[in-house]
């Protein structure tokens, strides 16, 4: 587990460190590294002019050799050189469980959420009225929530750094009790000249540098933000959109490498993660496109998709909540729309970036692999029940109540059996 905070203390003033242990038992301290950031570090304003503000000093410190399943307390201190401590306060955590262990696992995942005035204050770039809906939900149900994925367009600063503060404090009460995990989105990355694959300047100068610095995500590179990471029965692989993933690519090589190296016997759920829709989406900047999806997206993940039997695809980026069919290659591979059973035999693809940011409209055009559509804010969230079921939930912001679901039943060899394109070609031979 990894703990990260802010402060005022550069480590020529002060140690950061955590003081943690098993809850009850005896506590230990683990040094924290120190980052920042000047405005050099900013590709272009407002980020590097009006919006600077420095960041102070972050913190992070890893917490290790954990018992799976085991609940731990912790406090941050800092060590003075005149031997004085100052202390925060008491928080707690469960552990992961052990890669492929048995037990009820719960996963909440939605993009573009931002923050919002708690007071009804007015703010820049005010376009995140359901961020506190979101937020509050995620907290009054805690108890049922064991990690959460924010995929992408995490606060909407734009280049307004002191932005990243009121939004760390808003989720403060989530992410200082389970893993908050992020993607990279076009807000937190692009900016023209910077090696985005879009050459827009949607991140306000940024260019990665805040959320690289903000949050730790377990990457080889912090700037090219993809990676694996593993919670029990699932294995989730963490594409980086604003990074070209074409095939031929290292993200390209890495996403692949990341699908192929699960063992599903253990890690039955295979989820694939990232901000701009690459799979399928209604929503009507894509069908105005003629895509239904980022343009390039499908062309070459769908391959890997389906050869490694994904489960389910889930993108941020446009505003809404959808869902399809388990689908390949626009087809619907199983029409059956609230449980499964046996094989997919193809990937179901989710939109789900509705979590606070102004909704986007949807196309008028019904497709035949839209099976659920809604204009509203919301969050999605799993539950692995064990090897072989799976509970999806869609979950509105507003009352946190459940308005679309599908069950998963299946065997270990459902998954190893083939389907279209999941298996090597092969001729009988006499």
Not at 193 to 220: A, H, I, K, R, W
Not at 248 to 266: H, P, W
């Amino acid at each position: 587990m990894t703990v990260t905070w802010t402060s005022g203390y550069g480590i020529n003033e002060a140690e950061p460190f955590v003081e943690w242990g098993p809850k009850g038992g005896q506590q230990g301290h683990s040094p924290a590294g120190t980052l920042t950031f000047d405005r050099s570090s900013m590709c272009g304003a407002p980020a590097r002019t009006v919006g600077w503000r420095d960041p102070g000093f972050i913190h992070t410190s890893f917490l290790k050799e954990l018992w799976p399943n085991t609940m731990y307390t912790y406090k941050l201190g800092h060590r003075f050189l005149n031997g004085t401590y100052m202390w925060n306060q008491m928080h707690q955590f469960k552990s992961s469980p052990y890669p492929g262990q048995n037990s009820v696992q719960r996963v909440v995942i939605f993009g573009d959420m931002g923050k919002d005035e708690a007071d009804g204050s007015n703010e820049y770039n005010q376009f995140q009225p359901g961020a506190l809906n979101t937020t509050n939900q995620l907290i009054n149900d805690l108890e049922n929530i064991d990690i959460v994925f924010h995929i992408g367009d995490i606060c909407y600063a734009n280049g307004y750094i002191s932005q990243w503060d009121q939004f760390t404090s808003q989720i403060e009460p989530i992410a200082s009790t389970i893993p908050y995990m992020l993607a990279s989105g076009n807000h937190e990355r692009d900016w023209p000249g910077t090696g985005s694959f879009y050459g827009n300047m949607d991140s306000g100068g940024e260019c990665g540098v805040l959320v690289q610095n903000m949050f730790y995500v377990p990457t080889v590179n912090r700037d090219k933000f993809w990676y694996s990471t593993d919670y029990g029965m699932f294995r989730f692989c963490i594409a980086d959109t604003e990074h070209d993933w074409r095939q031929g690519t290292e993200q390209y090589n890495f996403i692949e490498q990341c699908l192929a190296s699960v063992d599903r016997q253990k890690q039955p759920w295979l989820i694939f993660l990232a901000h701009r829709v690459l799979g399928y989406s209604s929503d009507a900047s894509y069908a105005d496109e003629g895509s239904f999806a980022e343009p390039m997206g499908r062309e070459s993940l769908q391959i890997l998709w389906q050869k490694y039997k994904v489960d389910i695809a889930i993108f941020g980026h446009v505003h809404n909540y959808e869902r399809t069919c388990p689908i390949y290659q626009n087809i619907c591979t199983n029409n059956e729309k609230p449980f499964y059973k046996g094989a997919l035999n193809g990937t179901i693809h989710v939109a789900a970036g509705g979590a606070g940011a102004s909704l986007s409209e949807f196309t008028p055009i019904q497709t035949k692999w839209s099976i659920f559509r809604d204009y509203d804010h919301g969050f999605v969230k799993l539950t692995a029940f064990d090897h072989s079921n799976l509970l999806f939930e869609y979950k509105k912001s507003r009352d946190g109540k459940v308005y679309d679901s599908f069950r998963i039943s299946r065997d270990y060899r459902d998954i190893l059996a083939c389907t279209v394109d999941s298996c090597p070609s092969m001729t009988l031979a006499s």
